[in-house]
Nanobody
């Protein structure tokens, strides 16, 4: 089992930035690829970004490419999502997830999930 806890969400104005953190505990963090997803009201869960075990490889959804950056610090068992140039349509609950598939965009490939953190972007 891997336990994941997100933090860093909040209210930000359009054009602003936030950094989300996801702290992992339990099994060895470096055994897992990590991903970030979000879910807006009335919408499906959306893949945002994924990062490989060591952090050398990343994958992004087109909707966030160039604005969001995923990174991980394996010494701290933490994965981050740096979000810049935020837009009102980025408003959602953001989730981190852990899995064993390489850079997967499919949420069903991630068996472990955090509880989510709310991000609200005002216009």
């Amino acid at each position: 089992q891997v336990q994941l806890v997100e933090s860093g969400g909040g209210l930000v104005q359009a054009g602003g930035s936030l950094r989300l953190s996801c702290a992992a505990s339990g099994r060895t963090f470096t055994n897992y690829a990590m991903g970030w997803f979000r879910r807006a009201p009335g919408k499906e869960r959306e893949f945002l970004a994924a990062i490989s075990l060591g952090g050398a490889s990343t994958n992004y959804a087109d909707s966030v490419k160039g604005r969001f950056t995923i990174s991980r610090d394996n010494a701290k068992n933490t994965v981050y999502l740096h979000m810049n140039s935020l837009k009102p349509e980025d408003t959602a609950v953001y989730y981190c997830a852990a899995g064993e598939y390489y850079l997967s965009q499919t949420w069903t490939n991630y068996p472990y999930w955090g509880q989510g953190t709310q991000v609200t972007v005002s216009s």
